[in-house]
């Protein structure tokens, strides 16, 4: 699906925490054939700031002048100097933009509508989110210009559990495989645990009849989802994202802040998944 995508000028990754859109994109950037350089961007957390996310992006997408913060922002201009760097590109270039949903300036999104409109041919954009942010993308959909790979398009289907299941040497029955199926609801991060607690385990059929959320690995893995949304005191350690290879470049920072008052530490469509994981 990316690699069609990539024929469009933008590609929206949605689903919520762990559902695989890093490892997504890292195999995806790691394949056979791979063309296009990626210049990198990560949203900081509950980023407010227009200004340090427009100079992570004209950094990202290697600009001549090394960018600098200025009491007198001008954000349309910093939409222009992206655009030019992206147009002065001497091959094609993928801006991908990770954890977009932690930006929380109105006039950031709206410059970032605008930049998304103006790609140049050779250039393709890749924005991944835990929900949907308010980006104005519906001339690029009505323009054919726009891909969306959404949570449906990365659950695990039916046989793909099995596989997980071999691939770790446990034993299981169809029956059990379809019960943990249903139960993860094809979730990639429920599996994943599933299969850790599974290993060694005594009785691997009655492990699955009794999965649910209170298990201890998956509470705990929900547990440290929330935690990572919320402010927390101390060091913390920093979560992975892509690594870049050598024609990849890189930035952004990755700080704690308090978020707004209005900000909401857990995604609706993660609160829906807990609750339907966890709250059986």
Partial sequence: ??????????????????????????????????????????????????????????????????????????????????????????????????????????????????????LPPHAHAILTMRHDVRLRLHQLRLAGELAEIRAADLTFSEREPRQLLESSGIDLSAPGVALLHQRTEGWVAGLRLAVLSLAGHADPERFVAEFSGSDRTVAEYLIAEMLERRPVRGPRAAPAHLDPGPRQQRTGRRTDRTPGLGADPVGAGERQRVRRVAGR
Avoid: Y
């Fill in 1 to 118: 699906m990316l690699d069609h995508a990539a024929a469009r000028k933008v590609t929206v990754i949605s689903a919520p925490a762990g559902s695989g859109k890093t490892c997504l994109l890292r195999e995806w950037a790691a394949g056979p054939g791979q063309q296009l350089r990626l210049a990198l961007v990560q949203v900081q957390r509950d980023e407010h700031d227009e200004q340090q996310f427009w100079l992570s992006l004209l950094d990202a997408v290697g600009h001549a002048e090394p960018p600098t913060a200025t009491p007198d922002f001008n954000g349309p201009a910093m939409v222009d100097r992206v655009l030019s760097a992206l147009r002065d590109a001497r091959e094609p270039v993928a801006l991908v933009i990770e954890d977009l949903h932690e930006l929380n300036s109105p006039p950031a999104l709206a410059q970032l509508t605008q930049l998304l409109a103006g």
